[in-house]
């Protein structure tokens, strides 16, 4: 199954979306900054990336932009996940290079389907 990088701060999020991922079959590995993200993105090979936006020493946004403009990273999905979902933040995710955007509390169920997509799977919710 695919390799998820998880990159957010907020342990109790973490808890909860690693586990429901792994039980359905992800290997999740997870990064607790942006910087940590981006060199976890370079050297883990994830399939996927589900990145925070706000996130310390390195925000979301500019992580997504440097994962992007390296060539060994370039190709990975990033879902951006906000909980601040305010006017225009998908717009400024998108432009910052993330492959999709969703909202925080999460949607187990759509945040799934946006993952198969993304990853060519077929739908298993």
């Not at 701060?9 to 429901?20: G, I, Q």
């Not at 310390?56 to 946004?61: A, Q, R, S, T």
């Not at 909980?83 to 910052?96: I, S």
Request: charged letters at 25%; proline letters at 4%.
């Amino acid at each position: 199954m695919a390799k998820i990088l998880y990159v957010e701060d907020n342990e109790d999020n973490v808890y909860m979306l690693t586990t429901r991922l792994r039980r359905k079959g992800y290997e999740v590995v997870v990064a607790t900054d942006g910087e940590q993200g981006v060199a976890a993105a370079g050297s883990g090979t994830p399939s996927l990336i589900l990145m925070d936006l706000s996130l310390p020493v390195l925000d979301g946004w500019e992580a997504a932009r440097r994962i992007k403009a390296a060539p060994e990273t370039s190709a990975i999905p990033i879902i951006a996940l906000s909980a601040h979902a305010m006017a225009g933040d998908r717009e400024r995710a998108l432009a910052a290079g993330c492959d999709d955007f969703d909202t925080k509390p999460i949607d187990f169920r759509r945040l799934l389907e946006k993952i198969q997509l993304l990853l060519g799977e077929k739908a298993t919710s």
